[in-house]
């Protein structure tokens, strides 16, 4: 199915309103034809010198009243075109009974009601598809933003967080406004076109085929400038994904920027993407510029050739077309030609949206890597061990991180992750959360292989700190409530507590109601990082994960984090990877991890004592005494 087709699909979710909004749109189009109408006893009665004759006085309404119900009535017996014909015939009786006084006052009453009426349908019809544009927006937003929520890690290291962020922001908006407003446009310009041409067609069908002739010009133009403007809007969008991922890029490493002093290099790479920005939009704008112009030499090129053709049928007469059907025949040809215009300059616009929802679609359409399978079920506790059975993995074809990685972790054990950097720890972890799968093998908790463990249901079973550790910006209270929507006041501080990070919070000037900036840039490191082990104790989950947990302390705040991460180690399971001897000295069981596998595994004396990695290690300090 093509994206237009299941953005419609997606639309028609509010049939309800789209069905109340057509409504008063055919109404307004209805009415935009009975207000051209006026034109004919106006022409016919008014604007032509009468001979002084009587009229009759009887009131204006019955009479019309009874020239409809006839006209009605012949409608139901004989057809539409017995209709037209009662109908006209009415009229002209109605303009010869009655003096031009009366009938001027008739119709300036009726056509104030039926452009008020008009009005205010008008503004129905676009308030309902206002409502259904916002709510097409915003379902949009949603979906892809859920969407995100099931991707796996490859995905986001694949798009940059810029690019990500423009699909959900500009490429929706420009859906949005663009596709459903657009649609809606060419719909109610399209019927107003097509009532109006019936009109024409009814005065004189011989003159509207003539002026056909011009319809193949148009077309050709419209789909040469549909062509090109599609081409540069979306190397706009494009373009715009890749100026929101530079702005991105540089807020998030603004610390190496500056470091570095490369802020003019950025901005020359910045005005290379504006430049091309302004290039495509220009190219874009030029194009679409050209609609107008051309669209209206070619509307007083049928009109000037009309009036043409029509004046001279009257001159010559040549045919039974009057002066006033002539008047109402242009007025009809007149009003049709704005919707014309419209529709073109709609049907360029929605080129733009088209390219928007192939952006939005390229996206929706990849399927997670990671998720559920059926036969996924719930598990809440960890009764026994966790067991990595001959686990291979690898981020880049061909260079495999993990090889045959096989261990075991009992229930209540902690044990510690070794090794030179690269030999794959984090990514042990990252298996363990389903951030990705083995390419071979399996991961098991209590004899379950986890990809038959539901992903929610595994990751609240597991909790972790990682060595970049990620805070969000709002206040310090908010981020450690982070790991549990229903904490209380007296569960954050617990939890603060034996991070040892109360005590600093108190320090700062609004305590735990501090914001901590972007990404946690308002305090120092330490203190982040004692953030991040208070939000996992506020979790208390089954199996804890540290990644370098105590990297960033200092010595005395990482002693003293230390003997909480100890207590609070006691009879729980936990791996643990670290470069800090201080980290793992009391761990019973150490796998030392060589080449993507287990080498060595033991306590701390008995590792040491083999004289193996675990020793040159040791001996080479890539295991710190602090």
């Not at 986001?156 to 990500?164: H, T």
């Not at 947990?549 to 643990?576: G, M």
Request: net charge positive; hydrophobic share 45%.
């Amino acid at each position: 199915m093509s994206p237009y087709l299941k953005f419609l699909k997606t639309s028609l979710r509010y049939w309800p309103k789209i069905i109340a909004g057509l409504f008063f749109m055919s109404l307004f189009v209805v009415l935009s034809g009975m207000s051209i109408g006026m034109l004919y006893p106006i022409a016919q009665k008014i604007l032509v010198a009468q001979p002084d004759v009587s009229y009759e006085e009887n009131p204006i309404l019955p009479q019309i009243g009874d020239y409809l119900t006839f006209s009605l009535r012949q409608l139901r017996k004989e057809g539409y075109e017995a209709f037209f014909s009662a109908l006209k015939a009415g009229l002209d009786e109605f303009l010869l009974k009655n003096s031009p006084l009366r009938i001027l006052r008739a119709v300036i009453t009726v056509a104030f009601f039926i452009f008020l009426l008009k009005s205010l349908v008008d503004y129905l019809h676009r308030l309902i598809f206002a409502d259904v544009e916002q709510s097409v927006i915003k379902h949009y937003q949603e979906m892809i933003f859920d969407h995100y929520s099931e991707m796996s890690m490859d995905f986001f290291q694949k798009y940059r967080i810029g690019e990500l962020t423009s699909r959900i922001t500009s490429d929706v908006s420009l859906v949005g406004f663009t596709a459903l407003g657009a649609l809606i446009e060419i719909i109610r310009n399209i019927l107003l076109v097509v009532f109006y041409l019936v009109i024409a067609i009814a005065i004189n069908f011989q003159l509207t085929l003539i002026a056909c002739v011009f319809i193949p010009i148009m077309s050709f133009i419209s789909r040469w400038m549909t062509k090109r403007i599609r081409k540069y809007i979306s190397r706009t969008q494009d373009t715009w994904a890749l100026v929101n991922s530079k702005v991105q890029e540089i807020g998030t490493n603004i610390k190496v920027v500056l470091s570095f002093g490369t802020f003019e290099r950025e901005k020359k790479s910045f005005r290379i993407l504006t430049g091309a920005l302004k290039k495509n939009n220009f190219k874009r704008i030029g194009i679409d510029s050209l609609t107008r112009p051309v669209s209206d030499f070619l509307n007083m090129a049928v009109v000037l050739f009309l009036i043409w053709i029509g004046g001279k049928m009257i001159i010559e007469k040549t045919s039974g077309f009057s002066p006033a059907a002539f008047f109402v025949y242009l007025g009809a040809v007149l009003s049709l030609m704005h919707p014309v215009k419209v529709v073109v300059q709609k049907w360029n616009e929605l080129q733009g949206a088209l390219v928007g929802l192939d952006r939005i679609y390229s996206i929706l359409d990849i399927e997670p890597k990671i998720k559920d399978s059926q036969e996924a079920v719930e598990k809440e506790d960890f009764r026994d061990e966790i067991f990595f059975d001959s686990v291979c993995f690898s981020y880049v074809e061909g260079k495999d991180v993990l090889k045959n990685l096989t261990f075991r972790i009992k229930k209540g054990e902690t044990a510690a992750l070794v090794g030179k950097s690269g030999v794959g720890k984090t990514t042990v972890l990252e298996l363990m959360m389903r951030f990705y799968d083995p390419l071979s093998g399996a991961i098991y908790i209590d004899g379950i292989d986890i990809k038959k463990i539901k992903i929610a249901s595994l990751r609240k079973l597991i909790g972790s700190v990682s060595q970049d550790v990620l805070l969000f910006y709002d206040t310090i209270e908010n981020n450690i409530a982070y790991a549990k929507d229903d904490a209380d006041w007296e569960q954050i501080q617990k939890a603060s507590k034996i991070a040892n990070a109360d005590e600093f919070i108190r320090d700062l000037p609004r305590g735990y109601d501090t914001i901590v900036g972007e990404r946690g840039t308002h305090i120092s490191g330490g203190q982040r990082q004692r953030i991040a082990i208070a939000r996992a104790v506020l979790q208390n989950p089954k199996i804890l994960l540290f990644d370098e947990a105590t990297s960033s302390l200092d010595n005395e705040s990482e002693r003293k984090v230390q003997e909480s991460i100890d207590n609070l180690l006691k009879d729980r399971t936990a791996i643990v990877v670290a470069h800090r001897l201080s980290t793992i000295k009391n761990v019973k069981r150490i796998f030392v991890m060589q080449e993507g596998a287990v080498a060595e595994s033991g306590s701390h004396d008995e590792l040491y004592e083999k004289k193996g990695i675990y020793r040159q290690l040791y001996d080479s300090h890539e295991l710190l005494e602090t």
